[in-house]
C-alpha cells in the first residue's frame, strides 16, 4: 500500500467516526429536548471516560450524565476510583476557572506585601463576617500583591461602606482600618462606575458569595480560608 492509500483510509476511518459522534449527540440532544423541555439548554455533549457515559454541560457549569439514547439522566459525581479522582469536580473546577490576566485590575485596589511575587484576587464585601476573619489571616501571609475587588452583595450599606472606602484617599489603609480595626470608612464620593463594573464581573463568573478568591493559574476558591490554607494554594498555584 501507498502512502497516500494509507492517508485516504486514515482520513475516511476519521471521518467515520466524526459523522457517528455527530450523530450520536444529536439523538442524545433530541431526546432530552423532548423528554425533558425543562431541562436548560445544553452548552455541551461530550463523553467521559466511562464506556458509553456522556457528559451533558448546561448553564455554563452545571454537570449531568446519560447513556448514548438519553433514556436515563444522572446527577452527581463521578468518581476514578483508580485514581481516586472527582473528575466531576475537577470538571467544574476547569469550567469555573477565570483567567488571572484578564481581570480589569483598575477597578481593584492593590496591596503589596513584601516582594510581592505571589499574586491572588479576592472579591470581597465589606460587611462580610467571613471576609473579616479572613483579613486577619491574609495578614499573615507575606511576599503577596492583592487585588481586592470591592463587591457589595448584602445590602444598601454594603454599597455605602465600599463607596466610602473606593472614594477614599488611601483605599488599602481605609480598608484595613474597617475590616481590622472597625474604624468606619469616613463618607466619600466620587466616581464609582468599577464597583458596577465589579458586580456585573461577579454575575458573569457566577461568583455568589464572598469572600471569593483566584489565584494566579485561574483556579479559585469560595469562603473564608486560613493562613495555611492560603500559604498551600499559593505554593501549589503559580
Known sequence: MTKNFLKTLWALALLAVCTASFAQEATIRKNLVERLPQLPKIDEISKTGMPGLYEIRVNGNEIYYTDSEANYLIQGSLI??????????????????????????????????????????????????????????????????????????LGPDSADKSRNIWCSKDRGKTWQDWMMNDMPPASASCDTTAIARNLELGRKHKITGTPTLIFADGSRVPGAINAQQIEKFLSDKK
Do not use: Q, W
Open 80 to 153: 476514578d476510583t483508580r485514581e481516586r479522582r472527582n473528575l466531576t469536580e475537577e470538571r467544574v473546577d476547569k469550567l469555573m476557572a477565570v483567567s488571572f490576566d484578564s481581570l480589569p485590575l483598575k477597578d481593584a485596589f492593590t496591596i503589596v506585601r513584601g516582594n510581592g511575587k505571589r499574586k491572588l484576587a479576592v472579591f470581597e464585601d465589606p460587611n462580610c463576617g467571613y471576609c473579616k476573619r479572613f483579613e486577619r489571616d491574609l495578614e499573615k501571609i507575606n511576599n503577596i500583591t492583592i487585588h481586592t475587588f470591592l463587591y457589595p452583595v
